[in-house]
């Protein structure tokens, strides 16, 4: 276990990063059939293939989900990561053409280095042929490279956010993992013990803030995996119950200055067997338990592993000894 997504089985990552436009993206492709979900909460997503994960819709597998920097720019990568799998002949089946599924998620990273250079098919790609089911590097990397946290009293205050992931295994041997890209505008907290972990001023809700947060700024983004075997819907369930993740690390979160979006994958082997409603029920909520709590040790550390770049501090350059 290298306590990353990539525990689970089928699943592998790769980043493409850009630190003098400090912007970039992730991939993470299923080698194996995963039924996929998400649930979108913050009030300014950028977002591709979103509406084809919701249970009334045709199509229940992934090929790939990918998070990226540069806004709604920035979801031109998932061309590159739709070409990579064509290639290779993976994708839903048509009748004329195999059409590679790959919902997207975006973070507002225009304002850190270049906001002219963003991730494009070329960057999906070249992400794509760096995928590995090794430990996944962390911190300023891929689409956290030009993350940001802690900006609700103004951008002056921020922290450097960035991409973490974890996992956890269930005492009947089930994994559930995470990955997430932290551009939160609210502060990181220790859910232990309350303290801040990376955080600025927090103002007053009566108070007109001449500083406040840029509304197109923020976003924390995230895929959460399992290697169980679920329905479409306990797969949205799934992603649903994550967000809480979210809620134990991240205040405020959900804002309208923040677009947070939750994938999640199930991808256990089919099964014939008719699912006993009672028994589903109980495993969706510990997957779904366990899916917030492993979401939210990624935060953290997406966090504590970020780099100091383009003007902007981060905890771990702190925590550096003075020569």
Do not use: W
């Not at 994708?91 to 002219?116: H, K, N, W, Y």
């Not at 804002?255 to 939750?262: A, I, K, L, P």
């Not at 994958?265 to 969706?284: I, K, N, R, S």
């Not at 917030?292 to 550390?301: E, N, P, V, Y």
């Amino acid at each position: 276990m290298h306590d990353d997504i990539t525990d689970v089985p089928g699943i592998r990552v790769g980043h493409d990063t850009n630190l003098e436009a400090g912007t970039g993206c992730t991939v993470l492709l299923c080698d194996l059939p995963a039924i996929g979900g998400v649930d979108v909460r913050g009030g300014a997503p950028a977002t591709r293939e979103t509406d084809l994960l919701r249970p009334l819709y045709l199509v229940e597998r992934v090929n790939a989900i990918l998070l990226t920097g540069g806004s709604a720019f920035g979801l031109e990568a998932a061309t590159g990561v739709m070409r990579y799998l064509e290639e290779r002949g993976q994708g839903f089946e048509t009748g004329v053409a195999r059409v590679p599924i790959v919902p997207a998620a975006a973070i507002f990273d225009l304002g850190l280095g270049s906001s002219q250079i963003r991730p494009d098919a070329s960057a999906g790609y070249r992400a794509c042929e760096r995928a590995s089911g090794g430990p996944i590097e962390q911190g300023s990397v891929g689409a956290g490279t030009g993350a940001t946290v802690a900006k609700f009293a103004g951008s002056q205050h921020a922290i450097k956010g960035g991409l973490g992931s974890a996992s956890t295994q269930l005492p009947d041997g089930t994994i559930v993992g995470a990955l997430v890209v932290v551009n939160a505008v609210g502060n990181i907290i220790d859910p232990r013990s309350g303290t801040i972990i990376a955080g600025g001023p927090v103002p007053d809700a009566g108070t007109t803030q001449r500083q406040g947060p840029h509304p197109f700024s923020n976003t924390t983004i995230a895929v959460v995996a399992t290697s169980a075997t679920l329905s479409k819907v306990s797969v949205n369930k799934i992603a649903q119950m994550a967000h809480n993740g979210l809620a134990q690390v991240i205040q405020p979160a959900h804002t309208m200055f923040d677009g947070d979006t939750v994938f999640a994958l199930a991808l256990g082997a089919e099964t014939t067997t008719p699912p006993d409603p009672a028994a589903t029920a109980a495993q969706v909520s510990l997957i779904g338990a366990a899916a917030a709590s492993t979401l939210a040790r990624a935060i953290i550390k997406a966090v504590l592993q970020a780099k100091g770049l383009h003007g902007v501090p981060a905890i771990a350059d702190q925590a550096q000894p003075s020569e």
